[in-house]
């Protein structure tokens, strides 16, 4: 990092050696190990500017096509470079009505920054810290609010308070419509409160999004479970909505087929993460939902949320934390960052390796995990080489508590209960891509119940295209 | 917030609250539950729906104290409100159907469970006995109520002190060895108490429905908590029962995860305990 210090002078005209983004402070390793504070500080007013300055302001940006919200990101560094960071955030807000959330959890790194122009020959603009920083000094300096247009007196019923939720929600309620949102929880925000940990994404800063959405006019009703207390049809055809939203989300936790599942130290990520950050389990015996946590654990999968059981699992006090993946760290589909902390957090990698069965004692709990070793073969479907196991590779591993993170599928309580929807085999609705329209008029769907699990901001995406279609439709284009 | 119109207590542990609950009594059917969180801090627990008034818009639950979940639960008053209630949840039992005879076998807090479900059998228009079992007569409840609504009534206790003395297998294995022809038990109770009953009918191949109270965190299928061997399948209570084949359920697989959280649970109550000033 620092060789260029010490390099001697070159003779002729040579190219500026590459920058790197202003380091964003963290909270150290060891001390982070043993709480649920946020780990990533944030840049202050100095590091932001110093950042924005090296933006090229490029004619032709590449790096807004990269955003699925379509974030005007060259207008608001600038505002940024010349320290109206006010003015930076409403410029995020007028397409985005979540950046304090993008700026944490966004996998910029594959969207937005892997499309900067000055990213091709330093480290890309950090345009998910500049995002979190703006939204972040709007927040603490009394944000006005955007301008509404007026109510148009058309009812619109959104199911789920997750990231496509509250984004067409958000969208729609500022053109005027009256904008109902159902949630089964007792709290909004979807997988952003129950699965996110607050070490990754305080529950403050969903709280304040979620509170201007409700300035906006969005109201929430909790404790709803569309589907059970009341259909998709007879929102639409006894309460006078004029459309309805689903943004359900990818709510059912997959299980391995091996033996051993249903043992008592065996857990869904869900099940897990629910506890802890929705429950807030962290803090028993203040709050009375418990969490149990042994002293080895093995998270099952390699995604974001196996990451987040893991460094959930080291803070409960678990001596040892391993992450157990079928393919090489190549291949695991959590973001780089992710990986990077948890291992600095002290989280173990077992890659090719696959369980076989989970062993248990007499009264259920967990007492070690058969695993058999992986190599990689041809890339599959999904374009990732095809783990194959390799033949009297089997060994046991000692763990007493096993959480299982690979992946959901939908929920199927809504397309059970709504007649004329139609779903894929998977059970993901299906939706006209341009509009988020279904098989049903005037019902609209997004995120990870249209596309299985997926990432917040690809779900905010969606929910951003159905709102446009949901008012084109009410305005007969 | 779901004010309590109305709360009796049954015997010493065993509570009885009619909850404000409109929507909800719109639309539930007998066999769903609800999911009930006190208070901030509360954790979420599945109550089975004991009876609803559409009319009133009530929703009745019926509730033994085991920890501190249901002891704080049992410590509102009329008038008090419970912070969250969800439902209705689960799938309904199918009670349309006439299938003969009917018995409904009711153990401890199980039979307020059995009573909505019993008496939508008997207005279907089946033959409805009604066995309702409990470790002594001060701990049998509902007792007028499964009568009115039954067409044979059997009681019985564990120390005999009223009814059969034994238990409620014990009427429904005479029952049985007498020849009566029975179409279908549907039984609500402690475990070791579904897991025999459904033993016995197994012998005979008589249908028979259990309903389940598995540990649950949402209710709704996000959370897999209430995962339970049905047949040799991975079911989750809350979205394909609580209500199963009571003879394709693994119940000693069951047990061990209803004392998953033991450990936490008794630090829970003792700490409620000392917190209300009496002992253990």
């Given at each position: 990092?620092?060789?260029?210090?010490?390099?001697?002078?070159?003779?002729?005209?040579?190219?500026?050696?590459?920058?790197?983004?202003?380091?964003?402070?963290?909270q150290?390793?060891?001390e982070r190990?043993?709480?649920?504070?946020?780990?990533?500080?944030?840049?202050?007013?100095?590091q932001?500017?110093?950042?924005?300055?090296?933006?090229?302001?490029?004619?032709?940006?590449?790096?807004?096509?990269?955003?699925?919200v379509?974030?005007n990101?060259?207008?608001?560094?600038?505002?940024?470079?010349v320290?109206?960071f006010?003015?930076?955030?409403?410029?995020?807000?007028?397409?985005?009505?979540?950046?304090?959330?993008?700026?944490?959890?966004?996998?910029q790194?594959?969207?937005c920054?892997?499309?900067?122009?000055?990213?091709?020959?330093?480290?890309?603009?950090?345009?998910?810290?500049?995002?979190?920083?703006?939204?972040?000094?709007?927040?603490?300096?009394?944000?006005?609010?955007?301008?509404?247009?007026?109510r148009?007196?058309?009812k619109?019923?959104?199911?789920?308070s997750?990231?496509?939720?509250l984004?067409?929600a958000?969208?729609?309620?500022?053109?005027g419509y009256?904008?109902t949102?159902?949630?089964?929880?007792?709290?909004p925000?979807?997988?952003?409160?129950?699965?996110?940990?607050?070490?990754?994404?305080?529950?403050?800063?969903?709280?304040a999004?979620?509170?201007?959405?409700?300035?906006?006019?969005?109201?929430?009703?909790?404790?709803y479970?569309?589907?059970?207390?009341?259909?998709?049809l007879?929102?639409?055809?006894?309460?006078?909505?004029?459309?309805?939203?689903?943004?359900?989300?990818?709510g059912?936790?997959?299980?391995?087929?091996?033996?051993?599942?249903?043992?008592?130290?065996?857990?869904?990520a869900n099940?897990?993460?629910?506890?802890?950050?929705?429950?807030?389990?962290?803090?028993?015996?203040?709050?009375?939902?418990?969490v149990?946590?042994?002293?080895?654990?093995?998270?099952?999968g390699?995604?974001?949320?196996?990451?987040?059981a893991a460094?959930?699992?080291?803070r409960?006090?678990?001596?040892?934390?391993?992450?157990?993946?079928?393919?090489?760290?190549?291949e695991?589909?959590?973001?780089?960052?992710?990986?990077?902390?948890?291992e600095?957090?002290?989280?173990?990698?077992?890659?090719?390796?696959s369980?076989?069965?989970?062993?248990?004692?007499?009264?259920?709990?967990?007492?070690g995990?058969?695993?058999?070793e992986?190599?990689?073969?041809?890339?599959?479907?999904?374009?990732?080489r095809?783990?194959?196991?390799?033949?009297d590779?089997?060994?046991?591993?000692?763990?007493d508590?096993v959480?299982?993170?690979?992946?959901?599928?939908?929920?199927?309580?809504?397309?059970?209960?709504?007649?004329?929807?139609?779903?894929?085999y998977?059970g993901t609705i299906?939706?006209?891509?341009?509009t988020?329209?279904?098989?049903?008029?005037?019902?609209?769907?997004?995120?990870?119940?249209?596309?299985g699990?997926?990432?917040?901001?690809?779900?905010?995406?969606?929910?951003k295209?159905?709102?446009?279609?949901?008012?084109?439709?009410?305005?007969?284009? | 917030?779901?004010?309590?119109?109305f709360?009796?207590i049954?015997n010493?542990?065993?509570?009885?609250?009619?909850?404000?609950?409109?929507?909800?009594?719109?639309?539930?059917?007998?066999?769903?539950?609800?999911?009930?969180?006190?208070?901030?801090t509360?954790?979420?627990?599945?109550?089975?729906?004991?009876?609803?008034?559409?009319?009133?818009?009530?929703?009745?639950?019926?509730?033994?104290?085991?920890?501190?979940?249901?002891k704080?639960?049992?410590?509102?008053?009329?008038?008090d409100?419970?912070?969250n209630?969800?439902?209705?949840?689960?799938?309904p039992?199918?009670?349309?159907?006439?299938?003969?005879?009917?018995?409904?076998?009711?153990?401890?807090?199980?039979?307020?469970?059995?009573?909505?479900?019993?008496?939508?059998f008997?207005?279907?228009?089946?033959?409805?006995?009604?066995?309702?079992g409990?470790?002594?007569?001060?701990?049998l409840?509902?007792?007028?109520?499964?009568?009115?609504?039954?067409?044979?009534?059997y009681?019985t206790?564990?120390?005999?002190?009223?009814?059969?003395?034994?238990f409620?297998?014990?009427?429904?294995?005479d029952?049985?060895?007498?020849?009566?022809?029975?179409?279908?038990?549907?039984?609500?109770?402690?475990?070791?108490?579904?897991?025999?009953?459904?033993?016995i009918?197994?012998?005979?191949?008589?249908?028979?429905?259990?309903?389940?109270?598995?540990?649950?965190?949402?209710?709704?299928?996000?959370?897999?908590?209430?995962?339970?061997?049905?047949?040799?399948?991975?079911?989750?209570?809350?979205?394909?029962?609580?209500?199963?084949?009571g003879?394709?359920?693994?119940?000693?697989?069951?047990?061990?995860?209803?004392?998953a959280?033991?450990?936490?649970e008794?630090?829970?109550?003792?700490l409620?305990?000392?917190?209300?000033?009496?002992?253990?």
């Open positions: 990092m620092s060789d260029r210090s010490n390099k001697a002078p070159a003779k002729k005209r040579e190219r500026k050696p590459p920058t790197k983004k202003v380091p964003m402070p963290e150290d390793p060891l190990r043993k709480n649920f504070d946020e780990v990533a500080l944030g840049y202050d007013a100095e932001a500017v110093a950042e924005a300055e090296k933006c090229l302001q490029c004619r032709n940006p590449k790096c807004i096509d990269g955003c699925p379509e974030v990101i060259k207008e608001f560094i600038e505002l940024v470079r320290r109206r006010m003015e930076a955030a409403l410029k995020i807000k007028e397409t985005n009505s979540l950046p304090a959330i993008c700026g944490r959890v966004c996998p790194e594959t969207q920054e892997q499309s900067c122009i000055y990213g091709i020959r330093n480290e890309p603009i950090a345009i998910g810290r500049l995002e979190r920083f703006v939204a972040d000094y709007a927040r603490a300096h009394d944000e006005p609010m955007p301008e509404i247009l007026d148009i007196g058309r619109i019923a959104v199911i789920g997750g990231p496509a939720g984004t067409c958000g969208d729609l309620a500022r053109l009256d904008v949102i159902f949630e089964a929880f007792h709290k925000g979807g997988v952003l409160v129950y699965g996110i940990p607050e070490f990754r994404l305080p529950k403050d800063i969903v709280m999004e979620v509170e201007y959405l409700e300035r906006l006019g969005v109201e929430i009703k909790y404790d479970v569309i589907g059970k207390i009341r259909t998709v007879e929102l639409i055809d006894e309460d006078g909505y004029d459309a309805v939203f689903l943004g359900t989300g990818a059912a936790p997959n299980f391995m087929r091996i033996s051993g599942m249903n043992l008592v130290t065996v857990f869904s099940e897990f993460l629910t506890r802890v950050n929705l429950m807030k389990a962290y803090e028993f015996p203040e709050y009375d939902t418990p149990r946590i042994g002293n080895s654990v093995a998270v099952i390699g995604g974001n949320v196996a990451m987040d460094r959930t699992s080291v409960l006090g678990a001596d040892e934390v391993t992450i157990i993946y079928r393919r090489s760290m190549e695991l589909p959590a973001r780089l960052e992710e990986v990077h902390h948890a600095e957090e002290g989280v173990h990698f077992r890659l090719l390796t369980p076989t069965e989970v062993l248990g004692n007499e009264s259920g709990e967990v007492i995990m058969q695993c058999i992986m190599e990689l073969g041809e890339p599959d479907e999904s374009g990732r095809r783990p194959i196991p390799i033949p590779s089997e060994s046991t591993i000692n763990v508590t959480i299982v993170a690979i992946g959901n599928s939908p929920n199927p309580i809504i397309p059970q209960t709504t007649p004329g929807l139609d779903v894929t998977w299906i939706v006209n891509e341009e988020g329209m279904t098989s049903l008029p005037g019902v609209f769907a997004g995120g990870d119940i249209v596309t699990a997926a990432t917040v901001i690809s779900a905010m995406g969606a929910g295209r159905a709102a446009r279609g949901i008012h084109k439709l009410l305005n007969g284009e | 917030m779901y004010e309590i119109l709360k009796k049954l010493e542990n065993t509570k009885f609250m009619v909850v404000d609950a409109p929507e909800i009594a719109r639309v539930c059917k007998p066999g769903q539950f609800v999911v009930i969180r006190v208070n901030e509360g954790e979420r627990i599945p109550l089975t729906i004991a009876d609803f008034d559409r009319e009133k818009g009530t929703i009745t639950i019926v509730f033994q104290e085991v920890g501190k979940s249901t704080l639960l049992g410590s509102l008053e009329k008038g409100k419970i912070l209630f969800v439902g209705p949840l689960g799938k039992t199918p009670t349309e159907k006439v299938y003969g005879t009917v018995v409904a076998v009711g153990g401890g807090c199980g039979t307020a469970i059995v009573y909505p479900v019993a008496r939508a008997k207005e279907a228009g089946n033959h409805l006995i009604s066995i309702n409990a470790r002594s007569m001060d701990l409840i509902y007792r007028r109520e499964m009568e009115e609504i039954s067409d044979e009534t009681e206790t564990d120390d005999g002190s009223c009814g059969v003395h034994g409620v297998t014990t009427v429904l294995g029952l049985i060895s007498k020849g009566r022809k029975i179409d279908l038990v549907f039984a609500v109770g402690p475990v070791p108490m579904m897991k025999f009953v459904s033993k009918t197994a012998a005979q191949e008589i249908p028979t429905l259990v309903s389940l109270n598995s540990i649950m965190v949402d209710g709704t299928g996000m959370c897999g908590a209430c995962r339970v061997n049905v047949g040799g399948q991975m079911k989750f209570s809350c979205v394909d029962g609580p209500e199963f084949d003879h394709e359920v693994d119940y000693d697989e069951l047990m061990g995860r209803l004392n959280y033991k450990e936490q008794e630090i829970s109550d003792r409620w305990n000392e917190s209300q000033g009496g002992a253990a």
